[in-house]
């Protein structure tokens, strides 16, 4: 669909200002702080006879800086709420000083602002009940003295343009529903329209707009916005769905905040920056914020921030009033943006489904969110958010048998000192007694711990859904720190690239030590065909490391974004002490080999385990290869690479 926005008499108007349409910022700190050295503009009070109401009536009226009646300008009408009047937008918002920094800044279209008392009786004070019966009809009753009584006399007393192009109305709560139902109700009267937190009082949208098309050819600008914790946000948002579904421009801008001056000021700021300039409306999907989000299930109990919207980008709104720069780093590192009351908000971009680590940036110093979980990662303790997955049920706890993750802690010989672990036991576990059950050694990679698997991973909670539809067999999972040091042997010369796999002997750690003391505190099946390991990233290459050279020991391997270290000139038969000479002997003893990569992982990763995949083929070794579609180096390719390498195990 295309729209003619611009009159031909408004062209040389834009053309004389060189103002132009582009994305609006939220406010920076300072907006609305008085700043010496720039022009001000001025705020005058005004009386004018309204045949609507039988009295003389006040507005004020704000004049831009250098104003000059040998010019004409564009004029806003800015209403107010329920219990304010002509002062509360001058009281409580700073429209002048919000203004005059715009101007100084080049940011605005010169215009003079009506500021009137949007409650049309004969005492129009906001005294008494502001709710009763006849203050409501009052303020429905403003349409007609705005219309005939208010707007002919600004134009008979100031130097405005006085077509519709060149004219805005807007306004706050009660005034914001006042706006979209004059606004819209009178689109011979104004092309330009704003409701910041529009109230009750707002007209449901098949009546603001009962002919869809014909609104979006004639509006300039529809402005709809308000705070995503505001309990009136139910009317803003069925308003956007109405245009949405009919394909009407406009803009929906949900922000961090309630039903107070802080949304409503930002308000004002951006769409002022909008006004009365060319029009681009494919700029508007820029601004669109479909409803506001949802706390994360990671955050602390009570914290509604961190939140995830519809389309998974995330709202991070953090207080800190004395911080001179904040960001936060999930993925990239985006600026956060301070408001007037000290809380610093960004939007980030979409971001993958899945677990994913962040930080606060405070002062260029790397801290944990304060209200979100922290989990160890990154190689120390960070925050983390785990964007759900619309194919994720199987990581959701469901009403099924549960197991249990227990810690056990011995005393390790080969580095001196006290180890643990954790422990997966299926469901039924204590209460079957006699049966023992294979056991699968599950690690973690670089810069985690044992914690990482039941934490992040929800491992547990996969082998629970798994064991109750029958998908894997009931089984016990150890989960080890993957960091092992002989403080006998000297640190390895040549370093493999990894963090914590040069002279790391976790290898013999775990055979020598972990497999014995779980095969005596547990209730084991100790043959090699009841014996499975596998690992993600540095915990892929351990355990290809481990199970290539005690393959008396394991049936079942799997490296997930991790597998064996190949050097481009070396024969993978030769690897391992010859382990794949024989393909045919090797494919006989190994029940399942299987890797796994995510299609978006770092380019050196995904060829170094495809790579691996390929030799294993052309030389003959049966295995199973899964790319995780559109997930990286990440916790959900993780997941689904357990969910299938848990399902394949232990079958006889």
Not at 1 to 25: D, H, N, R, W
Not at 300 to 310: D, V
Request: hydrophobic letters at 35%; aromatic letters at 12%; glycine letters at 10%.
């Amino acid at each position: 669909m295309k729209y003619s926005f611009l009159l031909p008499a408004l062209l040389c108007v834009f053309a004389l200002t060189g103002y132009s349409q582009e994305i609006v910022q939220q406010a920076p700190s300072g907006f609305d702080s008085l700043r010496a050295g720039i022009p001000h503009g001025t705020i005058d009070t005004i009386h004018y006879p309204s045949k609507t109401v039988g009295v003389t009536r006040k507005a004020l009226v704000y004049t831009p800086p250098g104003f000059s009646r040998g010019k004409k300008y564009p004029v806003l009408y800015l209403l107010h709420g329920i219990g304010g009047d002509e002062k509360e937008w001058l009281t409580g918002g700073k429209p002048q000083v919000i203004l005059d920094n715009l101007y100084a800044q080049g940011k605005i279209a010169p215009m003079i602002v009506v500021l009137p008392n949007g409650r049309a009786m004969a005492n129009d004070r906001a005294t008494g009940d502001i709710m009763a019966k006849d203050k409501i009809e009052a303020f429905e009753r403003f349409e007609k003295d705005l219309l005939n009584d208010l707007i002919p006399f600004i134009e008979k007393k100031y130097p405005v343009l006085s077509n519709r192009e060149s004219r805005a109305i807007a306004g706050l709560s009660m005034g914001g529903g006042q706006s979209l139902n004059f606004g819209l109700g009178n689109l011979d009267k104004f092309a330009w329209v704003g409701g910041f937190s529009s109230a009750p009082n707002t007209k449901a949208p098949e009546q603001l707009v009962p002919d869809p098309q014909s609104a979006a050819k004639q509006l300039k600008l529809l402005w709809i916005s308000c705070g995503a914790d505001d309990r009136l946000i139910s009317f803003s948002r069925r308003t956007h769905e109405y245009l949405v579904k009919n394909n009407v421009p406009h803009i929906y801008y949900i922000e961090p905040g309630v039903h107070d001056f802080k949304v409503w000021k930002n308000g004002l700021y951006m769409f002022s920056q909008l006004l009365f300039k060319p029009v681009d409306t494919s700029l508007y999907s820029k601004y669109i914020y479909s409803g506001p989000g949802t706390p994360a299930n990671t955050n602390i109990p009570g914290q509604k921030y961190p939140q995830i919207m519809p389309d998974n980008r995330v709202v991070f709104r953090i207080k800190a009033p004395e911080a001179a720069h904040l960001q936060i780093d999930l993925g990239r590192k985006y600026d956060m943006k301070k408001d007037t009351g000290g809380y610093w908000t960004v939007v980030t971009d979409t971001i993958p489904v899945g677990f994913h680590y962040y930080s606060l940036i405070i002062d260029g110093i790397p801290v944990v969110d304060p209200a979100g979980q922290t989990y160890y990662g990154m190689g120390r303790m960070a925050s983390g958010i785990d964007i759900p997955d619309p194919d994720g049920d199987y990581y959701v706890i469901n009403k099924v048998p549960h197991g249990q993750v227990r810690s056990v802690s011995y005393y390790s010989a080969i580095t001196g000192s006290w180890r643990s672990a954790l422990v997966y036991t299926p469901p039924g576990y204590d209460r079957d007694i006699d049966k023992k059950y294979p056991v699968l050694y599950l690690q973690h990679g670089g810069g985690e711990d044992e914690t990482g698997w039941p934490r992040q991973g929800k491992m547990n909670i996969i082998m629970d859904n798994l064991i109750a539809s029958k998908k894997a067999v009931p089984m016990i999972v150890v989960m080890e720190r993957g960091y092992a040091t002989d403080p006998r042997q000297p640190v390895a010369s040549q370093p493999t690239g990894l963090p914590g796999m040069s002279g790391n002997v976790f290898p013999d750690v775990l055979v020598n030590e972990v497999i014995p003391m779980i095969d005596s505190s547990f209730r084991t099946l100790t043959d090699r065909k009841n014996r499975a390991m596998a690992g993600l990233s540095m915990g892929g290459f351990q355990t290809f490391q481990t199970t290539m050279t005690h393959l008396d020991l394991f049936s079942y391997i799997g490296g997930f974004s991790g597998a064996a270290f190949l050097q481009p000139d070396i024969d993978i038969r030769k690897a391992f002490n010859g382990v794949w000479e024989n393909a045919a002997a090797f494919n006989e003893k190994v029940k399942l080999v299987y890797l796994s990569i995510g299609t978006a992982e770092p380019e050196r990763m995904y060829k170094s385990v495809n790579g691996f995949h390929e030799a294993l083929d052309k030389a003959g070794i049966k295995h199973v290869y899964y790319e995780s579609p559109g997930t990286s180096h990440e916790w959900q390719t993780w997941r689904r690479s357990l969910r299938q390498f848990a399902g394949m195990i232990f079958h006889e």
